[in-house]
């Protein structure tokens, strides 16, 4: 099993940055990819970004390319999600997700069915 807790959400005004934490815990960090994905009031959680286990690779939805970058310390067992410029419409419950990289391939995974262990979110406001 592994535990993932997120924090680092808050309000913010529009224009403005937050990271984004998340802190594994439960077993080896160093070979799960990592994603971060968001829900809006209303809408279905969506894909945001995601990592390799290496922090070698990454990739990010269109939505927030060129605003959003993902990096992480495995020795600290964390992740991040650095957030700037947001815009309103960035306002959701962003969730980190772990899925166990056992080939070390340096895949990254797009699809909430591929990433087994979820946490429980932290909630980003952001104002006009």
């Known amino acids: 099993q592994v535990q993932l807790v997120e924090s680092g959400g808050g309000l913010v005004q529009a224009g403005g940055s937050l990271r984004l934490s998340c802190a594994a815990s439960?077993?080896?960090?160093?070979?799960?990819?990592m994603g971060w994905f968001r829900q809006a009031p209303g809408k279905q959680r969506e894909f945001v970004a995601a990592i390799s286990w290496s922090g070698g690779r990454t990739d990010f939805a269109d939505s927030v390319k060129g605003r959003f970058t993902a990096s992480r310390d495995n020795a600290k067992n964390t992740v991040y999600l650095q957030m700037n410029s947001l815009k309103p419409e960035d306002t959701a419950v962003y969730y980190c997700a772990a899925q166990v990289d056992r080939q070390y391939s340096g895949r990254i995974y797009y699809r909430q069915y591929e990433y087994a262990y979820w946490g429980q979110g932290t909630e980003v406001l952001v104002s006009s």
């Open positions: 439960g077993r080896t960090f160093s070979n799960y990819a």
